[in-house]
């Protein structure tokens, strides 16, 4: 209603693209570390269908259960190392929620310190993958 309402009075509506709340997230974003995240998740998608498979396993019999999992144990040794990843990956969001909310900084100020918490949570990424390579998991 706003951008409507400075329209009738022959300004602008929108003087900074930035403000517009839906196209604020596509100027923003990234393709940067794409591969990188895309690996995280098939890594984090296969440990959780390992999980499952053991879970059925153990529906089935004692014996299956433990064949099971001991093929699947590197699998789950790396679940410690994506459930810590998730939890700083929720204190990544929020902050960066709140640097986009914040009126004391300028655009490229934001920009800035979005890059650099993207930074950080695509380098948490890598030592995850990483990880999970020495483990013989690809």
Known sequence: FGGLFSATQGKASIDNVGQVPIVNRFIRGTTYGSHTRELYYNLRDTVKTA????K????ISPKAYSLVNNDLRPLLSINSQLKAFEAQKNKFSRLKSKVE????????QKTQRIA???EKELNMVVKVIK????????
């Not at 999980?51 to 053991?54: D, L």
């Open 51 to 54: 999980e499952k498979a053991i």
């Open 116 to 118: 650099d918490i993207e």
């Open 131 to 138: 990880k999970a390579q020495s483990l013989g998991i690809s």
């Open 56 to 59: 059925d396993a153990k529906k």
């Open 101 to 108: 909310s914040a009126s004391n900084l300028t655009d490229a």
